[in-house]
C-alpha cells in the first residue's frame, strides 16, 4: 500500500497515536483559559495591594525612600522581563493558530483539486471521491466534534485513507492523460495525508505552562514592588486593577490561540465544509 511502500510517510498506528495525543492535549488542559485568566487577575492584583499595605505598615519603621532606586530599578527589569515573554507568548500562540489555519485550508484546496482530477479520469475514479469525501467528514468530527466521537473519527480517519490508498494504487489507466490524472490525485491524497500528520504535531505543546506559570510570578512580583513603591489611594488600586486586567486580558488570548478547535475563537471549518459538498457533486 501507498502508506507502507513510502519512507516519507508515518506507518498508520504512529500517526494515530500523534492524533489522539493531540486532542487528547487539548482536552486534559489544566484549566480554563477564563479560569485561569481570572485566577492571575486577583494574584495580580492581591500583589499590588499586598504591595501598597507593606509600604503603609513599614512607613515608621523603616524609611524606604532609600530603597526607592533598587525598588524602581528592579521594577524595571521585570516589567522588561514580563512584556518581553509576553509578547513572545502572543506570537507563538498566534502563529500555532495561523498554522492550523493555513494547513485547513491546504487541505481543503488539495481535496478541490482531487475532486477535480478523479471527475476528468473518469467513473472508474467514483469510489475514491467517495473515500476522500469520507475522510473529510472524519476530518470534521476529529477536530470539531465532541469527545465521544473523536477517538472512533480518528480510528475510522486512519482505516478510510489506507482503503483510499489501495483503490488508488489499483487503478489502471489507460490513456496518458489519465496516467497524469491519477499521478496528481495521488500527489494531493499525499498532501492531504501529510498535512494531517503536521497538524497533529503541531498541535502538541502549542504554548508551554511552565513558561505562563514562570511570567505570572514575574508580573505578580512587578506589581508588589510597583505597590510597593506608590502610595496608596483609590486611584492607585484602580490603576493597579486596569494593568491587572490588561495582562491577564493578554493570558486569556494566548490560551484561546493556542487551542485553535476548542477556544471562542476556533478556527472555521467553512473550507473543508466546502470541499465536502464539491465532492458530494455527482
Known amino acids: 500500500m501507498l502508506f507502507n511502500r513510502r519512507a516519507a510517510r508515518l506507518p ?3 500517526a494515530a497515536d ?46 524606604l525612600e532609600h530603597a526607592r532606586d533598587m525598588i524602581g530599578g528592579v521594577t524595571g527589569l521585570v ?13 507563538t500562540a498566534f502563529g500555532a493558530f495561523s498554522t492550523q489555519k493555513a494547513e485547513l485550508q491546504g487541505i481543503a484546496a488539495n481535496a478541490l483539486e482531487f475532486n477535480q482530477e478523479t471527475r476528468e479520469y473518469g467513473p472508474e475514479a467514483a469510489h475514491a471521491r467517495a473515500l476522500m469525501r469520507a475522510d ?3 476530518a470534521h468530527r476529529q477536530l470539531w466534534g465532541d469527545d ?22 489499483h487503478m489502471e489507466p489507460t490513456t496518458d492523460a489519465q496516467k497524469s490524472l491519477l499521478a496528481a490525485a495521488k500527489h494531493n491524497y499525499e498532501a492531504i495525508w501529510q ?47 486596569l494593568g491587572s486586567f490588561c495582562v491577564a486580558s493578554a493570558m486569556f488570548l494566548i490560551l484561546e490561540l493556542s487551542q485553535p478547535y476548542t477556544s471562542s475563537m476556533r478556527v472555521s471549518s467553512d473550507g473543508i465544509d466546502r470541499a465536502g459538498l464539491e465532492l458530494d457533486k455527482p
Open 12 to 14: 498508520s498506528v504512529r
Open 18 to 63: 500523534m492524533f489522539r495525543s493531540f486532542f487528547h492535549m487539548a482536552d486534559s488542559m489544566l484549566t480554563t483559559s477564563l479560569i485561569f485568566s481570572v485566577v492571575f487577575f486577583v494574584a495580580a492584583l492581591v500583589s499590588a495591594l499586598v504591595g501598597l499595605a507593606i509600604r503603609v505598615y513599614m512607613a515608621e519603621r523603616v524609611r
Open 79 to 91: 516589567v522588561t522581563l514580563v512584556a518581553l515573554v509576553l509578547g513572545l507568548l502572543i506570537w
Open 136 to 138: 473529510l467528514d472524519y
Open 148 to 169: 465521544q466521537t473523536k477517538a472512533a473519527a480518528i480510528a475510522a480517519s486512519i482505516r478510510n485513507m489506507d482503503s483510499l490508498s489501495v483503490v488508488l494504487d
Open 195 to 241: 498535512s494531517r500528520i503536521l497538524m497533529s504535531l503541531q498541535g502538541v505543546d502549542a504554548v508551554s505552562w511552565p513558561v505562563l506559570y514562570a511570567v505570572s510570578a514575574w508580573t505578580c512580583i512587578a506589581f508588589f514592588l510597583t505597590g510597593l513603591n506608590s502610595k496608596s489611594s483609590r486611584a492607585t488600586i484602580a490603576v493597579a486593577a
